[in-house]
């Protein structure tokens, strides 16, 4: 997985990790047991991905947490940012 | 940054925290360099009963909210395990999401650990564990009307409608009021199960009770309609109340149950408009507001660019201007969480600007100093005394 910038203080300044499951839901909950609080800087109380944190699998944008994954698959997070 | 023994102002802001700490005699001070920059904090708050423990509300760019914590007067800083979180909506609920938390308050005197928070969009939270993990108030939270007690999550204050001043009355931790803009003023007696509102008095945007009515819509006490941007209870007094609403100054005194606009005898060329209130804690009668701009399109800056403060030493019979030190020309804005005292006699207050100004005054308001600027839009300002 690559991680944003602004999520790096989570994973030690990390910006590659490694997560395991077969979705993305499960992966980010994988994600968020090795560091601790990520997930919920990126997917709301009602399972939505927030506004302006996209995710990338195998090259191709997803708003599906239920998207599926195989092994060796590369999950991208990226993260707009916008504003002064 | 790790606060020193002593008086602390925390400033919260837009891009992160500051503090700033005096000298003795509260003439120098020095600004720390920031906490969390570029995090949206909207309130950090020492808690008084350790005198070492910092909660810090965050919201940042666009990452979900959360709540940082710090045990150590913030040199080390963890994130709480459990941020305020609504429970997944069921069949044909709405979904509700926690866009930031916007205000903390320090539990009961007794109940050491214990926190509460207001949210956007409205909600109230509890932690039993120093702000680590927030449960919801489900009395408040999921009461059948809540939707008709609260403001549409996508609309109200341009950052989204807030439950704010968070009291707890200090004889009794089942006793409690919070404000909602809008929504208005709610009171609990069994410590959040059930809540009921306490808007008798005030002016709403739709009618005036003291003007017999008048308005557009007939007055009812439930309702978005009201705003009380800023609720302070007495600490000499609890039966005593002050509040800044968007209509008016106001004051009620228990077992009463219908405010009195106080703001009346303002000046009428600066009105009773504004955000926050500040009570002088040996003196029932003194408090301050910073008053805004309410006419034409409503400004909320200084009145006629003529920044000033004003004080009441009767409970609001009557009301002194203070702008010794203060600019000739300035539209400053003071949002709700930007007014504070200090413990010390005399009386500090201090106020914060949406412009990164941090004033302050030592001799009760008589004069005052600018003692930081060039910091980004203040959102808090907290007078604290660190241990």
């Keep these: 997985m690559l991680i944003p910038q602004p999520l790096l203080s989570y994973t030690d300044q990390r910006d590659r990790v490694d997560a395991v499951g077969d979705t993305l839901d499960a992966l980010l909950f994988d994600l968020d047991r090795q560091f601790p609080g990520i997930r919920f800087r990126m997917i709301d109380e009602q399972d939505r991905m927030r506004p302006h944190v996209v995710f990338f699998v195998r090259g191709t944008r997803t708003h599906d947490l239920d998207e599926s994954l195989a092994d060796c698959d590369e999950v991208v997070i990226l993260q707009a940012l916008s504003g002064g | ?41 909207n309130h950090a708050v020492l808690d008084p009963r350790d005198g070492r423990t910092l909660l810090a509300a965050a919201r940042t760019g666009h990452l979900g909210p959360t709540v940082f914590r710090s045990t150590d007067a913030g040199r080390t800083w963890s994130e709480a395990r459990r941020p305020p979180a609504f429970d997944k909506a069921g069949p044909g609920e709405k979904p509700r999401a926690v866009s930031h938390t916007f205000w903390l308050t320090p539990g009961h005197a007794s109940e050491n650990g214990s926190w509460f928070a207001g949210t956007s969009p409205q909600a109230l939270w509890s932690s039993a564990d120093g702000g680590d993990s927030w449960e919801s108030v489900r009395g408040f939270n999921d009461h059948p009307d809540y939707w008709l007690r609260t403001e549409d999550p996508q609309g109200g204050t341009p950052d989204g409608p807030v439950l704010h001043s968070i009291i707890i009355d200090p004889r009794d931790p089942a006793h409690m009021y919070f404000g909602l803009s809008g929504g208005g003023v709610y009171e609990t007696r069994d410590r959040g199960a059930s809540w009921a509102p306490l808007n008798r008095g005030l002016a709403t945007m739709l009618a005036d009770p003291a003007a017999g009515g008048a308005g557009p819509l007939e007055w009812q006490e439930v309702g978005p309609h009201f705003d009380p941007h800023c609720v302070e209870l007495h600490p000499l007094n609890p039966d005593r109340l002050y509040q800044q609403n968007h209509c008016g100054i106001y004051r009620l005194d228990r077992p009463g149950d219908t405010w009195v606009r106080i703001g009346n005898n303002m000046p009428a060329d600066v009105g009773d408009i504004g955000f926050p209130v500040a009570l002088h804690p040996r003196d029932l009668q003194t408090c301050w507001v910073f008053p805004m701009d309410g006419t034409d399109v409503w400004p909320r800056t200084s009145p006629g660019g003529r920044a000033a403060l004003y004080v009441t030493r009767d409970g609001g019979a009557s009301w002194t201007r203070q702008d010794r030190g203060l600019p000739q020309r300035a539209w400053y804005t003071v949002k709700r969480q930007c007014m504070s005292v200090d413990g010390r006699d005399p009386l500090g207050v201090y106020f914060g600007t949406t412009s990164g100004e941090l004033w302050g005054s030592v001799d009760e308001g008589d004069s005052w100093a600018c003692l930081a600027q060039h910091l980004p839009e203040i959102y808090a300002v907290e007078a604290a005394e660190v241990a």
């Excluded at chain 2, 000298?23 to 904090?41: E, K, M």
């Design chain 2, 1 to 41: 940054m790790e606060l020193s023994r002593g008086l602390a102002l925390i400033v919260s802001t837009r891009k992160g925290v500051f503090c700033l700490q005096p000298d003795a005699l509260r003439s120098r001070w020095t600004l720390s360099d920031p906490v969390f920059l570029g995090h949206v904090i």
